[in-house]
């Protein structure tokens, strides 16, 4: 038997932790600052999806924004 566990949400809340490394990625790639709010309406988004939604009509390149999202670490 096999059981499938959807972690974040469900076991623990990682918000804090995503929050912040959405912080360090635009800190990381000097973009303009956003808000708590407007950094927490991305989570659940596609993370190849996300720079287009915290900065609509701007020429920031997903692809970038992702792979540096995926290689910040927080502590």
Same mark, same amino acid.
């Given at each position: 038997m096999n059981y499938i566990f959807d972690f974040d949400g469900t076991l623990m809340d990682t918000s804090g932790v995503i929050l912040a490394t959405i912080k360090a990625t635009i800190k990381e790639m000097g973009l303009? =600052? &956003?808000t708590d709010d407007e950094c927490r309406s991305i989570i659940g988004i596609r993370t $190849? $999806? #996300?720079? &287009?939604y915290l900065y609509p009509g701007s020429d920031i390149s997903n692809k =970038?924004? #992702?792979k540096v999202f995926?290689? %910040? %670490? %927080? $502590?």
């Open positions: 303009p =600052e &956003k $190849d $999806d #996300a720079g &287009k =970038e924004f #992702a995926r290689s %910040t %670490t %927080t $502590d």
